[in-house]
């Protein structure tokens, strides 16, 4: 059986080795990553999303819901990174999509392709995909307010794109978000508790 | 007695990476202990620990992935995708109730939010009266919760633990005159970095990964992860083992098949998962109740925005709790919000301009999560192969517990306006929001039960219980008073399932106290269970 415990450092240091030694190979994965793929990319994805491969969403998926994240997440107006170029909120969308259950993986692409093909009158039986960028949104906020199936569908498709934009820490500082602390802080590791006594 | 060393950090576990370069053991093998114990969260832990400290061999068996506290990176949307159960993904049929659960060694303890509340007096009696369970009355029953107190370092939360969001739910109670308390939780040293939900990499939270689990193992208990118990053996009508198989966490690689050979087995797998062994092991139940009486304590996440800058992501994550309503109407408020990913759980977040929008005002918001009392009609069903089938998780809000998470809604609107808020976002699929108090009850009004209470409030749940009654009675009940089922001898049940009927506290320190009452019965009776 492998014995995943670590030695402990000695006096004042024990209790930090493992946050020191993590924010090095941070530093160390991301100073690699800037100097073989060039700074420029660090911070950005050189990949249009067209170009990009997608293990588990399929093409027509992928097209409802780039036009989706577009619609949802206007970003670059507001001075944020991307959601389509910068953030790669639909290819997060497809890792994730990899490991839903069978049965979620199912519901995701029947749910993908009735948003994209409910047809409705105000919009002239387009497809989703078919419509301007007005007309877009205000399909995505009468789904939004219309019946239980429509808003539940809209909230859940709303969800994923925005959890899978949000999550990315360059998006952080448009919140005033931190983020992570511990290590910033400086703040010890306690490491596991003492046996009760019996 | 031996001296027993724990060690300073981790917990030994042995991965499906470890298995898969291991030529010892190759694709299919056995492995003999007195106890093997499905499911390492707050019940399993505590069962492994008492175990071997009482001198058996056991074997600890973990479908999630090990996840040590050192390599935590206090970033919620990675931890979700990598330790929690179906990626925050494990819903309803109709996917509009989540239900939240850790799939990692130490279980939801580890991505809890280290909220810790007894069950009352009122509540340990009445299940000793009306299931006759007299070892659970409060009189004998709090011995246990009491020591669990004290393992845990459950202590009530001192002034710097409540933030400026939790300040808020406490100036709305006061101008309300409705009774509030700073909220009990497991932590040591709380570093208030707000980082619950996403593991606590300093472990100062109490959570099963820094003492039951390294407890256990000290006392030689062996922990697998990466391994999914598909049955419970039986021969001749009593368990005798399991079989499990184990896979890759990241490619979903089928690594081995492991069969075990037990004295006992004890599922500590949780409500939801316990009950769907059980059923893919098909084991007679008289009662007709495995897998149902499903209770979930939902609850909706209502939001409110103030004039000034709060910045309630800082401090601790739970600082207070309304418990004005909690014994007469099963509601109990807790402040809350955390990392950005929590706001998205909230009610609707729009779109385009409005979403931005609504996104930047992060600093100004702060979260209460109002849970309501359910009564329990749910139900878990395994349909299909046991290797290949899938799990169900029925429930809808009758119309009864639909006004029940309206009323705990609009209160938690009602405080937040008493306390300040210049707007409340409502926790709806529908786009709701009040911009004053004089506008609530209409807004709420909009939200209507419609078919089965379906895609009306956005809840979830972090307490399913209840689906493998615990009684006297085999007629109407899964478990026998002492923790085994009733017609499958050596095979215990010690987690949330085994709960009597819906509870409105959080569940996690009855559980722990459960799972320590259920060991004491088998230790006591150690003659009857045990081989040797």
């Known amino acids: 059986m492998k014995n995943n415990n670590r030695a402990p450092l000695p006096g004042h240091l024990a209790g930090l080795e493992p946050l020191s030694r993590r924010g090095f190979l941070r530093a160390s994965v991301l100073a690699g990553a800037a100097l073989t793929s060039g700074c420029a990319s660090l911070f950005g994805r050189k990949d249009a999303p067209e170009t990009l491969?997608?293990?588990?969403?399929?093409?027509?998926?992928?097209?409802?819901?780039?036009?989706?994240?577009?619609?949802?997440?206007?970003?670059?107006?507001?001075?944020?990174?991307?959601?389509?170029?910068?953030?790669?909120?639909?290819?997060?969308?497809?890792?994730?999509?990899?490991?839903?259950?069978?049965?979620?993986?199912e519901l995701l692409g029947l749910g993908i392709w009735v948003f994209n093909n409910r047809p409705m009158m105000s919009f002239k039986f387009k497809k989703f995909t078919s419509l301007s960028d007005a007309k877009a949104l205000e399909y995505v906020n009468a789904m939004q307010e219309g019946a239980f199936f429509e808003r539940g569908l809209m909230t859940t498709l709303k969800a994923l794109i925005a959890l899978n934009y949000w999550r990315d820490e360059r998006t952080w500082p448009g919140l005033e978000y931190h983020g992570p602390v511990t290590e910033t802080w400086g703040v010890r590791r306690l490491g596991n508790a003492p046996l009760p006594r019996a | 007695?031996?001296?027993?060393?724990?060690?300073?950090?981790?917990?030994?576990?042995?991965?499906?990476?470890?298995?898969?370069?291991?030529?010892?053991?190759?694709?299919?093998?056995?492995?003999?202990?007195?106890?093997?114990?499905?499911?390492?969260?707050?019940?399993?832990?505590?069962?492994?620990?008492?175990?071997?400290?009482?001198?058996?061999?056991?074997?600890?068996?973990?479908?999630?992935?090990?996840?040590?506290?050192?390599?935590?990176?206090?970033?919620?949307?990675?931890?979700?995708?990598?330790?929690?159960?179906?990626?925050?993904?494990?819903?309803?049929?109709?996917?509009?109730?989540?239900?939240?659960?850790?799939?990692?060694?130490?279980?939801?303890?580890?991505?809890?939010?280290?909220?810790?509340?007894?069950?009352?007096?009122?509540?340990?009696?009445?299940?000793?009266?009306?299931?006759?369970?007299?070892?659970?009355?409060?009189?004998?029953?709090?011995?246990?919760?009491?020591?669990?107190?004290?393992?845990?370092?459950?202590?009530t939360n001192e002034a710097h633990e409540i933030n400026a969001c939790a300040h808020k739910v406490i100036q709305g109670c006061e101008k309300m005159q409705f009774s509030w308390k700073p909220a009990q939780r497991n932590v040591k040293q709380c570093a208030l970095t707000g980082h619950c939900l996403a593991g606590c990499p300093s472990d100062r939270k109490m959570s099963s990964l820094v003492t039951h689990l390294p407890w256990a193992s000290a006392y030689g208990a062996r922990i697998f992860s990466d391994t999914e118990v598909i049955r419970v053996k039986t021969l001749d009508g009593r368990a005798r083992g399991v079989e499990a198989r184990i896979v890759d966490p990241d490619s979903g690689a089928h690594v081995a098949d492991m069969n075990v050979d037990a004295d006992m087995v004890v599922l500590a797998a949780g409500g939801i998962h316990t009950p769907l062994i059980l059923q893919r092991s098909q084991v007679p139940d008289r009662s007709g109740q495995l897998g149902r009486n499903l209770a979930i304590q939902p609850f909706t996440q209502v939001l409110g925005k103030f004039k000034e800058p709060l910045y309630g992501f800082r401090g601790a994550l739970v600082g207070v709790q309304v418990d004005e309503f909690t014994h007469t109407d099963?509601?109990?408020?807790?402040?809350?919000?955390?990392?950005?990913?929590?706001?998205?759980?909230?009610?609707?977040?729009?779109?385009?301009?409005?979403?931005?929008?609504?996104?930047?005002?992060?600093?100004?918001?702060?979260?209460?999560?109002?849970?309501?009392?359910?009564?329990?009609?749910?139900?878990?069903?395994?349909?299909?192969?046991?290797?290949?089938?899938?799990?169900?998780?029925?429930?809808?809000?009758?119309?009864?517990?639909?006004?029940?998470?309206?009323?705990?809604?609009?209160?938690?609107?009602?405080?937040?306006?008493?306390?300040?808020?210049?707007?409340?976002?409502?926790?709806?699929?529908?786009?709701?929001?009040?911009?004053?108090?004089?506008?609530?009850?209409?807004?709420?009004?909009?939200?209507?039960?419609?078919?089965?209470?379906?895609?009306?409030?956005?809840?979830?749940?972090?307490?399913?219980h209840g689906t493998c009654r615990m009684g006297a009675d085999p007629y109407e009940s899964v478990v026998s008073p002492t923790g085994e089922m009733h017609d499958t001898p050596g095979l215990f049940v010690a987690d949330a399932s085994l709960l009597p009927e819906s509870m409105s506290a959080p569940i996690q320190w009855t559980v722990h106290a459960l799972a320590k009452y259920v060991s004491d019965q088998i230790n006591n009776n150690a003659s009857n269970y045990f081989i040797s």
């Open chain 2, 1 to 155: 007695m031996a001296f027993v060393r724990v060690p300073r950090d981790g917990v030994p576990v042995t991965q499906a990476k470890d298995v898969a370069l291991d030529p010892s053991l190759g694709k299919r093998f056995t492995l003999k202990t007195d106890v093997v114990v499905v499911g390492s969260g707050a019940a399993g832990s505590m069962v492994a620990y008492e175990m071997a400290k009482a001198g058996r061999d056991v074997l600890v068996l973990e479908s999630g992935r090990y996840y040590p506290s050192s390599e935590f990176t206090e970033h919620l949307g990675d931890t979700m995708t990598k330790i929690y159960q179906d990626q925050v993904g494990q819903v309803n049929t109709t996917a509009d109730i989540i239900f939240v659960q850790g799939a990692c060694v130490g279980g939801s303890t580890v991505v809890g939010a280290c909220v810790m509340e007894e069950p009352g007096d009122k509540v340990l009696d009445g299940w000793a009266e009306k299931y006759g369970l007299d070892a659970l009355s409060a009189e004998k029953f709090r011995p246990y919760l009491d020591k669990v107190a004290e393992e845990l370092q459950i202590h």
């Open chain 1, 53 to 105: 491969q997608y293990y588990s969403l399929k093409p027509d998926e992928v097209d409802v819901i780039t036009r989706l994240t577009e619609i949802m997440l206007p970003t670059e107006r507001y001075g944020l990174p991307s959601s389509t170029t910068v953030v790669p909120t639909v290819k997060n969308i497809d890792i994730m999509a990899q490991r839903f259950p069978e049965q979620t993986r």
């Open chain 2, 330 to 464: 099963g509601y109990t408020i807790f402040s809350g919000l955390a990392e950005p990913e929590s706001l998205l759980a909230q009610g609707d977040m729009k779109a385009g301009q409005a979403h931005i929008e609504f996104m930047k005002d992060y600093k100004y918001y702060a979260g209460v999560n109002a849970f309501s009392k359910d009564l329990g009609n749910g139900y878990v069903k395994w349909d299909g192969d046991a290797y290949s089938g899938s799990k169900t998780i029925h429930y809808n809000p009758s119309r009864e517990e639909f006004e029940n998470m309206k009323a705990s809604a609009a209160l938690a609107a009602r405080i937040f306006f008493s306390g300040g808020a210049e707007k409340v976002y409502l926790p709806t699929f529908q786009s709701l929001q009040a911009n004053s108090v004089f506008e609530l009850d209409e807004k709420m009004d909009k939200v209507d039960y419609g078919i089965k209470g379906m895609y009306t409030f956005r809840s979830n749940s972090f307490s399913p």
